[in-house]
C-alpha cells in the first residue's frame, strides 16, 4: 500500500500542480472563453464515454496495469502541451487527457478496492487520500513560488516527470501486488 500511496502521491501532486497553470495555457491559446468551456466539455465527453470501456478493461487486465498506462501516456502527453499551438491540438489533448483521467478513476478505485486491509477499509481509504491529498497540496502552494523564477513550461516539464515517477513507482509495487492480485480473481471465479 505504501508503493502505491507513494505512486498516486506523484500522480495527484502532478495533475493538481498543472490544473491551474493548465488553464491559464488553454486561455492564452483559445480565442474565447467559449472555446475553453468546448475544451473543457470534450475533457469531460470523453471521459464519460470511456468509462464502460474503461471499466471492463480493467476487470479483465486489472487496475495496477492501466494506472501504468494512465502515468506513462500522461507523462508523455505533458512533454507535448508546452509545443502546443493551436485550439484545436488542445480539443485533442483535452479527449486524450480525458479518457486517461477516466483510466485512472476507475484503476483507482479498482486497486483501492482490491487491497486486504486488517482493519477498516473506511481507514485505510481515509489515510490513503489523506496522504495524496496533502502531498499535492503543498506542491501547489510550492508552485506558485516556482514560477516566479521557471516559465510555464518547466511546470508541465516537471509534471511529465511527476508522471512518469508514478508509473515507475506502480511497475516497482506491481511486483507485489500481482500475486495477491491473481488469488483473490481465482477466489473470486471460484465462488
Known amino acids: 500500500m505504501k508503493w502505491f500511496i507513494l505512486s498516486q502521491s506523484f500522480a495527484m501532486t502532478a495533475a493538481s500542480v498543472s490544473f491551474p497553470f493548465y488553464l491559464l495555457f488553454i486561455q492564452n491559446i483559445g480565442r474565447s472563453f467559449s472555446s475553453f468551456g468546448f475544451a473543457y466539455g ?3 465527453l470523453s471521459a464519460a464515454l470511456s468509462h464502460r470501456l474503461i471499466g471492463r478493461l480493467a476487470d479483465k487486465s486489472g487496475g495496477m ?5 494512465y502515468a506513462i501516456g500522461m507523462s508523455f502527453l505533458f512533454l507535448l502541451i508546452p509545443s502546443v ?43 490513503y487520500h489523506f496522504w495524496t491529498s496533502l502531498c499535492s497540496s503543498f506542491a501547489v502552494m510550492g508552485t506558485g513560488l516556482l514560477l516566479n523564477y521557471f516559465t510555464i513550461h518547466y511546470i508541465f516539464y516537471g509534471c511529465s516527470i511527476f508522471f512518469l515517477a ?4 506502480l511497475i516497482i509495487s506491481h511486483t507485489d501486488y500481482l500475486p495477491s492480485y491473481k488469488q483473490r480473481v481465482k477466489r473470486t471465479k471460484a465462488n
Open 42 to 44: 470534450l475533457f469531460t
Open 166 to 169: 508514478s508509473g515507475i513507482s
Open 65 to 69: 496495469r492501466l494506472l501504468i498506462l
Open 85 to 127: 499551438t493551436t485550439i484545436e491540438i488542445v480539443y485533442i489533448i483535452q479527449i486524450v487527457l480525458g479518457v486517461l483521467g477516466a483510466v485512472q478513476k476507475t484503476s483507482e478505485k479498482l486497486v483501492l478496492s482490491e487491497f486486504s486491509y486488517d482493519g477498516s477499509r473506511g481507514k485505510m481509504i481515509g489515510n
